[in-house]
C-alpha cells in the first residue's frame, strides 16, 4: 500500500509539496494537469516538468487525478475517436513519467455534487454535506451558484468554468439516451483504452458517482455492487478498475462498503481506494466527518482489514476533510484534517497488519 495525498500544481493549492512532504506515511501526490481541456493531449514537456518538481520536493507522481473525458466520448458522438486517440497519447506519456495508476470518472455533465460546502458542525470545524430535497428544489443555474458560492475562488474538481456553458444542452442530452446506449458508450471507450493500459502498466480507476443516486435527472453508472460489476464486465481486462471512494459509495447506507471493498480487492480490481466519513442525518442526507469510524457511519476498520486479507497492494489517499483550525483551503482539500486522516488511517494499516501477523 502507498499512502498519497492530492494535490493541485500551478500555484492552484494552498497545500505545498513540502507540508506534504512532511505528513507520516505519505510517498507521493495525485495530481493533474489543471491547464488541459478534456479531450487534449497532456504535452510531454509538462508532464515532466510537474514530475519533476514532484520529485524535487522528495514525493512520487504515480497516480492521476484525473485524465477527464471528453463529453464527446461519453456521448457516443462521431468525434470521439480522435479525443481517444488523445487519451491515448496522453497516458503514454504519463507512463513515460512513471504513472501507474489513472483515477477518472464517467459521470454524465457534473463530478460530484454538495448542497453545502462549509456546514459549522458542533465542534466549530465546518464539513460539506448534502441535502436531498434541497438538491432537487434547485435549478442548473441555482446549483451552478450553489457550488461555486462555496468554492473559495478555486477550481472545484469537475466545476472547472468552461463546463457550464453547456451544461444544459448536455443534460437535455443525456436524458434523451437510454442507459443501455450510455453503457455502449463506456464499453466503447474502454475497449479502446484498455489495450494501452495493458502495454503502459496503467492501472485504471473509476470513480463511483457521488451521491450514487441520480439527481438533476442524470444518470448513475457506478453506485452500487451490481452497477460496479457491470461496469467491470464491460472489459475484462485487470486494468478496468474502481476507484474505491468509501465516502461516495456509502452515502447510499444499502451500499456494504466492506463486503465491496472484499468483493474488487478479491478479484484484484481496485487499484486506488478514497477513504473519508460520513454522518448520515437522514437516510439520504449527510455531512461529511472527520475520518475515524467513530466520527461517522463508516467502519474504516471493516474496510481496511477487507482490503488486505483480500490482497489489496494498490494507493490510498485521505479523501475530504474537514475544514479545521481557521484554515483557509479549497473545500474539502485543506492540509489539517487530511493530515490527521492519512496518520489515523496509516495506524489502522499498521494494526490491522500487525494483528494478521
Ligand atoms: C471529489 C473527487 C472527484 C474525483 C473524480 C475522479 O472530491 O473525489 O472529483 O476526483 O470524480 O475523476
Known amino acids: 500500500m502507498k499512502m498519497v495525498f492530492r494535490w493541485w500544481p500551478q500555484g492552484d493549492d494552498t497545500v505545498t509539496l513540502q507540508q ?10 495525485a495530481t493533474m494537469l489543471p491547464h488541459i481541456p478534456a479531450g487534449q493531449v497532456w504535452p510531454k514537456e509538462d508532464i515532466t516538468a510537474l514530475r519533476d518538481e514532484i520529485h524535487a520536493a522528495g514525493l512520487e507522481m504515480e497516480v492521476i487525478e484525473s485524465v477527464n473525458i471528453h463529453e464527446d466520448i461519453k456521448k457516443g458522438l462521431s468525434t470521439r475517436d480522435e479525443y481517444i486517440s488523445n487519451y ?6 504519463l507512463s513515460e ?15 460530484w455534487f454538495r448542497s453545502t460546502l462549509e456546514l459549522p458542525l458542533s465542534d466549530g470545524s465546518f464539513a460539506m454535506a448534502y441535502n436531498h430535497d434541497y438538491a432537487q428544489s434547485l435549478d442548473l443555474e441555482k446549483i451552478i451558484h450553489s457550488m461555486m458560492d462555496g468554492s473559495r475562488d478555486m477550481t472545484l474538481p469537475g466545476w472547472e468554468p468552461e463546463r457550464f456553458p453547456q451544461m444544459a444542452k448536455d443534460i437535455e442530452f443525456y436524458n434523451s439516451i437510454s442507459a443501455d446506449e450510455y453503457f455502449k458508450n463506456i464499453a466503447y471507450f474502454l475497449d479502446a483504452v484498455m489495450p494501452y493500459a495493458e502495454e503502459y502498466d496503467i492501472d485504471f480507476g473509476v470513480h463511483p458517482d457521488d451521491p450514487p443516486w441520480p439527481l438533476f435527472g442524470l444518470k448513475k453508472v457506478v453506485c452500487s455492487a451490481e452497477s460496479i460489476r457491470k461496469y467491470l464486465s464491460l472489459n475484462n481486462s485487470k486494468r478496468n478498475g474502481l476507484t474505491l471512494c468509501t465516502g461516495s459509495l456509502g452515502a447510499n447506507p444499502e451500499n456494504d462498503v466492506p463486503a465491496m471493498a472484499r468483493e474488487f480487492a478479491s478479484m484484484g480490481r481496485i487499484p486506488f481506494v478514497h477513504l473519508r466519513n460520513i454522518k448520515h442525518t437522514t437516510e439520504k442526507d449527510f455531512h461529511e466527518s472527520a475520518h475515524l ?12 482489514s477487507e482490503l488486505q486479507k483480500n490482497g489489496f497492494d494498490g494507493y490510498i489517499r485521505p479523501d475530504h476533510g474537514r475544514k479545521i483550525w481557521d484554515e483557509t483551503c479549497r473545500p474539502g482539500y485543506g492540509l489539517y484534517d487530511r493530515a490527521l486522516g492519512a496518520s489515523y488511517l496509516e495506524g489502522l494499516w499498521e494494526a490491522v497488519k500487525k494483528s494478521r501477523g
Not at 491515448?88 to 506519456?93: A, N, P, R, S
Not at 469510524?293 to 476498520?301: N, P, Q, T, W, Y
Open 88 to 93: 491515448i497519447t496522453t497516458m503514454k506519456y
Open 293 to 304: 469510524s467513530s466520527e461517522g457511519d463508516l467502519d474504516m476498520f471493516a474496510i481496511i
Open 20 to 29: 506534504i512532504r512532511q505528513i507520516p506515511g505519505v510517498s507521493g501526490v
Open 97 to 111: 513519467a512513471g504513472v501507474k495508476c489513472i483515477c477518472y470518472n464517467f459521470m454524465p455533465v457534473m463530478d
